[in-house]
């Protein structure tokens, strides 16, 4: 059979920014999972144009919630031309329903134990509504088929994935809901032998939590070590209580690390249950972790009820103190299947359902203690402001180290934020 895996884009009129693209892994993991007398073509739509006159026997698409609505525009499409349609990702996995509108088949959850019997129905001519997979054996993975889908990009970020799953469960993710709160590991030598054959000197690692299990975490920096490759990833804050932990890090290559830090408010944090809760903690891990040579990444959200107009001055004025190296400002986005989703919805305070806006970076729902519109105008003015000229030759001071990576990060970013408009969704000015 001919199969065609895609990638759709959010937006084909806005797509990520050169330096900001990172490649999926996922549809060359599940190209590995397939049985090599078929034919496959991998396409990230947010890299390169589809062709949409391609007559593939199947095609698998792989949704996020920004992504969706673009990808069964895509099903429809190929579906009208014959082909079966395949739907996986984390949308499908928390709407089902919604996506087999749009496919003959839906994959719930991991590819790997359940991708095989999903080619052979489908080669038989009776594959099923949906297949439901749990979390998986993660011991013995065919290795992801990273030849394909290969763009030529200006930074050459190869994706890796050491661990899945996430002990959290912070209200506004959905990641523990289709991964499951238990982290499971790929063996050590098996990363190493991907990295190996994924070739390149950048990686990302994946993983949700590279730390979430220190033990493994510690084996696989000892590993790392002697690949002599430079890594990113993203950690907890309670990164910054293992000096020996940072210290492996740095010395297997790891230059940053992007942090879930959320908010600088007290009252959130504990609500969140977060692992630090006092600002000045937050300030000392991230002194610490720079100080270890690791450039601190910083993810935040605003939109918490407990964010009123005050947190965005706030924000920036505490990053700017602690000379962060870079941030994503990101808003509150309800995504089906989190339990902020279902909060929002059941209080009437969606503005829309349209998936187009799902994507950290527009208002779709009626905060608790400002207007939708000072939500919006507040995440651009903490854009913009972090971004600012005075604030990037500041904070240059800490990064001076590797200023490649600072100065394409927060020019990268700098340049998105001149060029945002106020994110806010249609019809929020009927509920404001
Ligand atoms: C790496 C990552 C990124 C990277 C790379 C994205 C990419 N192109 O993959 C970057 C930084 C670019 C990124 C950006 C964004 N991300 Co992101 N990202 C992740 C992260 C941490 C890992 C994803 C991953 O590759 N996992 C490893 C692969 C193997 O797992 P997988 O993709 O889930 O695939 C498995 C199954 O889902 C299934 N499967 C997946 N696709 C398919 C297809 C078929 C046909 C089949 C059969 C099976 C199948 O099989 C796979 C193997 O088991 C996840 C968190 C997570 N743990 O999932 C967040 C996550 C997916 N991202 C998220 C979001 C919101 C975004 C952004 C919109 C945020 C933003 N504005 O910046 C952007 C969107 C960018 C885009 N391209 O549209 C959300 C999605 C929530 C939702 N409901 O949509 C997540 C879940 C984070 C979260 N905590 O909420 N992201």
């Given amino acids: 059979m001919k199969i065609l895996l895609i990638s759709p884009c959010q937006d084909a009129t806005h797509r990520t920014p050169g330096a900001l693209q990172i490649p999926q892994i996922a549809l060359q993991l599940v190209a590995g999972l397939t049985d090599p007398k078929h034919e496959i073509r991998i396409v990230e739509e947010e890299f390169v144009d589809l062709d949409m006159s391609l007559s593939p026997d199947v095609v698998g698409l792989s949704l996020m919630t920004a992504n969706a609505p673009r990808g069964y525009a895509l099903a429809d499409h190929f579906r009208a031309k014959g082909a079966k349609v395949v739907l996986g990702g984390i949308h499908p996995s928390v709407l089902p329903e919604e996506a087999a509108a749009h496919a003959d088949a839906v994959v719930v959850g991991e590819a790997e134990e359940v991708w095989p019997q999903v080619v052979a129905d489908l080669e038989a001519g009776r594959p099923k509504p949906v297949y439901r997979a749990g979390p998986a054996d993660l011991t013995n993975v065919p290795f992801p088929r990273r030849e394909l889908g290969r763009v030529k990009r200006w ?13 959290y469960n912070c209200e506004f993710c959905s990641v523990s809901r289709i991964y499951g709160r238990k982290i499971r590991s790929f063996p050590v030598d098996w990363v190493v032998e991907d990295i190996k054959r994924a070739g390149g000197k950048v990686h990302l690692i994946l993983d949700d939590n590279v730390i979430g299990r220190p033990a493994y975490a510690e084996e696989l920096f ?24 940072m210290r492996l890090a740095y010395a297997s290559g790891c230059r ?19 692992s630090f809760r006092d600002l000045q903690d937050v300030a000392d891990g991230i002194r610490r972790i720079q100080a270890a040579g690791i450039r601190f990444h910083a993810s935040v959200v605003f939109g918490f009820d407990s964010d ?3 947190i965005f001055r706030r924000t920036v004025d505490f990053l700017m ?112």
């Avoid at 000892?222 to 932990?245: H, T």
């Avoid at 989190?338 to 009437?348: A, H, P, S, W």
């Avoid at 800490?398 to 020019?411: D, E, I, S």
């Fill in 256 to 274: 940053a690390l992007f942090f879930g830090m959320e908010t600088v408010s007290e009252e959130s944090m504990k609500r969140m249950k977060k």
């Fill in 308 to 310: 009123d107009t005050r």
């Fill in 155 to 167: 930074l050459n970020v190869i994706p890796v994935m050491t661990t899945r799953g996430c002990p």
């Fill in 321 to 432: 103190t602690c000379r962060v190296h870079s941030v994503t400002f990101n808003i509150l986005t309800p995504y089906p299947g989190t339990r902020v989703y279902d909060t929002l919805k059941g209080e009437g305070r969606l503005f829309t359902e349209d998936w187009r806006h799902y994507n950290h970076m527009t208002v779709v729902f009626r905060p608790a203690r400002m207007t939708a519109l000072e939500l919006a105008e507040g995440q651009l003015y903490a854009r913009r402001t972090f971004f600012r000229w005075p604030s990037i030759l500041r904070r240059f001071a800490t990064h001076w180290r590797h200023p490649v990576l600072y100065a394409g990060m927060n020019l990268a970013y700098r340049h998105s934020a001149r060029h945002a408009h106020t994110p806010v969704a249609p019809g929020w000015d009927k509920q404001a």
């Fill in 222 to 245: 000892k590993a790392l070590k002697p690949l002599n490759i430079y890594w990113v990833g993203q950690a907890s804050m309670s990164f910054a209580l293992r000096e020996d932990l």
